[in-house]
């Protein structure tokens, strides 16, 4: 096949590197002029486990990420997170990761300094995208297009309508800046390192606090829907108030940048079409980390493609299947614990964290996609406990019942595509978000 992968996202790389190296003709699209200018210089969070099953080095100068601690709203209290060995996250710088997947798909035929405008279509395919490059647009065709252009995708965002991909609201988008300072000479160094704050100053979002041992302080300050100056300043005046070590000497500029933060799209493919990482929405809602399930997904897309024999939505959708088999209905459930912890009073959400109605496991698996559940004897221990916000309780088990119950409904998903069966799947898997 003659396939155009749409931005170089993370996804959209590997799964360049994958079909390249099975025998396609592959083109990137890319914006930036060159390989070094991509990526934020940051690192993020990522379990080993997936560079082990997807045999790919990790990057140089990746190492364990240190234990986090859970701030409540207005630094009433705090829940440390002790997390199980198997469970921790590698710290990976983005750029070095990039510098791997584009020598992986060094064979590929990149275009740099290429923007893609939208995809050209049909009433029932996608056949090629509209690309500029220096001023001038040009239309190039192709049998697949994968769209790997972020969260505000033009490609996806020109689809039509009648291929039922769905588009992304403000309210699931996470809008993050993020810093870095100098720790400030003579202050004494954290015992908790790494500090998340939970709804911080009021808000829907968090903002943290990394004190790292290299003399650097890492500060991220995201809300859910939208975050103005005005916000940011407040909000790292207050991280400055309650951490001594963080200074007022920044390094470098600030960067910026937007991440969805809610379930895969409910379609992720048509005829001639697949999306993959943030243009998918493929982040754990909980923390908007998309970096394992990117390189997952390429795999998925990557072997799906290797049987096709045209690239139509019947032959494309296993990988949906794929995508929502292996991490995609688990973060429904996680979506909707999300969308209620950014709901609940600041108060309560104090007492939730405090009291011992959620446990360490509960925060370990919400940490890294997977839904809360509850055992038993932890079921009686909650109930005692809660009784004394009884409201609090049942409004918590309400929350985990609709969750679990978000999951089986997006587990359900038809293992072969029909349009009326995949209609009514996905009517009512997104049905549990309205």
């Known amino acids: 096949m003659k396939i155009l992968v749409a931005g170089g996202g993370i996804g959209g790389v590997y799964a360049a590197a994958l079909l390249k190296k099975a025998g396609h003709e592959v083109t990137l699209f890319e914006k930036e002029k060159k390989v070094e200018s991509m990526r934020y210089d940051w690192h993020d969070d990522v379990n080993p486990s997936v560079f082990r099953r997807l045999s790919l080095p990790i990057p140089e100068g990746s190492y364990p990420k240190k234990n986090w601690t859970f701030i409540t709203p207005f630094e009433k209290g705090k829940m440390p997170l002790k997390q199980r060995e198997d469970l921790i996250d590698w710290s990976v710088h983005r750029k070095k990761l990039n510098a791997v997947l584009f020598d992986l798909a060094s064979d590929a035929d990149v275009k740099w300094n290429t923007e893609v405008v939208e995809a050209i279509c049909d009433d029932n395919s996608v056949k090629g995208l509209v690309i500029k490059k220096e001023g001038s647009q040009t239309e190039v065709y192709g049998d697949l297009i994968i769209d790997a252009c972020g969260v505000f995708s033009p490609v996806r965002k020109s689809l039509p309508?009648?291929?039922?991909?769905?588009?992304?609201?403000?309210?699931?988008?996470?809008?993050?800046?993020?810093?870095?300072?100098?720790?400030?000479?003579?202050?004494?160094?954290?015992?908790?390192?790494?500090?998340?704050?939970?709804?911080h100053i009021g808000q829907?979002?968090?903002?943290?606090?990394?004190?790292?041992?290299?003399?650097?302080?890492?500060?991220?300050?995201?809300?859910?829907?939208?975050?103005?100056?005005?916000?940011?300043?407040?909000?790292?005046?207050?991280l400055k108030k309650h951490n001594p070590i963080l200074s007022d000497d920044q390094i470098g500029e600030a960067s910026s940048c937007a991440i969805p933060v809610r379930r895969p799209l409910s379609r992720l493919v048509a005829n001639g079409y697949a999306c993959i990482g943030d243009a998918a929405c493929m982040t754990v809602p909980m923390i908007g980390?998309?970096?394992?399930?990117?390189?997952?997904?390429?795999?998925?897309?990557?072997?799906?493609?290797?049987?096709?024999?045209?690239?139509?939505?019947?032959?494309?959708?296993?990988?949906?299947?794929?995508?929502?088999?292996?991490?995609?209905?688990?973060?429904?459930?996680?979506?909707?614990?999300?969308?209620?912890?950014?709901?609940?009073?600041?108060?309560?959400?104090?007492?939730?964290?405090?009291?011992?109605?959620?446990?360490?496991?509960?925060?370990?698996?919400?940490?890294?996609?997977?839904?809360?559940?509850?055992?038993?004897?932890?079921?009686?221990?909650?109930?005692?406990?809660?009784?004394?916000?009884?409201?609090?309780?049942?409004?918590?088990?309400?929350?985990?019942?609709?969750?679990?119950?978000?999951?089986?409904?997006?587990?359900?998903?038809p293992e072969r595509y029909d349009e009326k069966k995949v209609a009514a799947w996905q009517s009512k898997t997104d049905g549990n978000f309205t």
Not at 217 to 227: A, E, Q, T
Not at 330 to 359: P, Y
């Open 161 to 199: 309508a009648s291929f039922s991909i769905p588009d992304v609201s403000r309210e699931s988008v996470f809008y993050v800046k993020r810093a870095f300072f100098k720790a400030k000479k003579g202050a004494p160094f954290p015992e908790d390192t790494n500090k998340v704050y939970m709804k």
């Open 204 to 238: 829907k979002g968090i903002s943290w606090c990394i004190a790292c041992d290299n003399g650097v302080v890492d500060v991220l300050i995201g809300r859910v829907g939208y975050l103005d100056e005005k916000t940011y300043v407040e909000s790292l005046g207050d």
């Open 289 to 413: 980390s998309g970096i394992a399930t990117s390189l997952l997904a390429a795999s998925f897309l990557a072997g799906v493609v290797a049987k096709a024999r045209f690239a139509t939505v019947e032959e494309l959708w296993p990988y949906q299947v794929a995508v929502y088999r292996e991490f995609g209905a688990e973060h429904c459930a996680v979506e909707r614990m999300k969308n209620w912890l950014l709901e609940q009073k600041d108060d309560d959400i104090h007492f939730f964290l405090t009291s011992g109605i959620l446990r360490n496991e509960d925060l370990q698996r919400a940490s890294v996609g997977k839904m809360m559940k509850p055992e038993f004897p932890d079921v009686l221990k909650k109930g005692f406990v809660g009784m004394r916000r009884p409201a609090l309780l049942l409004n918590t088990l309400k929350m985990l019942c609709e969750a679990e119950y978000a999951s089986k409904t997006a587990k359900k998903i």
